[in-house]
């Protein structure tokens, strides 16, 4: 079984501040990892995923993310927010296993609250 | 805009009826899967169809139905509702069979609410 576990509910932020949005996962076998944003009133949108190769993943809008193996963590990080990146945050988990993989695990979600 | 479309945008409803949500997948993409948003349950997977069949379910229940059409368009089917069926319901879709790394673009959802 796997699950994703996001350790902050809430997160508010004062602008131009740094911020992490901690992710921990669970599985027996590898994983692909995912974090997705969504925004007031839209859908969700994929900021980055981690399949192999460089632990550091960039993404979209300046947020990257550290795949750390041996503690399970998949942590989003920015080094300066802004206002327009208030939204809910979902770190996700797809179990990898050769082919019939077909399902999205989603943690709880953290939505950050950036305040000027 | 994710390409991916869903109707109605907003569904208000009472107990015990039976509602249809509509999705329409981004254009080229063979899998469809929907999702139910809650507070309390978090973003849950239902059921995904690749190509008109039904590849994997999640924690759908015997109430919901769902089926995708030849032109790919899906439909999710809530009968007998009650008032924990409230929520918003999303549709997403990629191009490939399974999810292993591939990016699943989510329509804006369906809002549910069973009065």
């Known amino acids: 079984a796997q699950s994703v576990t996001q350790l902050d509910s809430q997160v508010p932020v004062f602008e131009e501040a740094p911020v992490e949005l901690r992710c921990n996962y669970s599985s027996s076998v590898s994983v692909y990892l995912f974090w997705y944003v969504q925004y007031p009133n839209q859908g969700l949108q994929l900021l980055l995923k981690y399949l192999s190769g460089s632990t550091l993943v960039k993404g979209i809008n300046g947020f990257e993310a550290e795949f750390n193996k041996s503690q399970t963590s998949f942590h989003l990080r920015k080094p300066s927010v802004h206002i327009s990146d208030t939204a809910e945050y979902f770190c996700a988990v797809s179990l990898f296993s050769g082919g019939s993989n077909y399902k999205l695990t989603f943690g709880k979600g953290t939505l950050l609250t950036v305040n000027p | 805009d994710s390409g991916v479309t869903q109707t109605p945008k907003h569904l208000i409803t009472a107990t015990g009826q039976r509602v249809t949500l509509r999705c329409s997948p981004r254009?080229?993409?063979?899998?469809v899967y929907w999702y139910q948003q809650s507070l309390d349950q978090g973003l849950q997977f239902l059921i995904q169809y690749y190509n008109g069949e039904e590849r994997a379910k999640g924690n759908i229940l015997e109430r919901f139905s769902a089926q995708q059409f030849p032109d790919l368009h899906s439909e999710l089917n809530l009968s007998s509702l009650e008032l924990g069926d409230s929520a918003l319901y999303f549709c997403?879709?990629?191009?490939?069979?399974?999810?292993?790394?591939?990016?699943?673009?989510f329509g804006p959802g369906t809002r549910l609410t069973v009065l």
């Open positions: 254009s080229g993409d063979l899998s």
């Open positions: 997403a879709s990629s191009v490939d069979e399974t999810a292993n790394g591939n990016e699943q673009f």
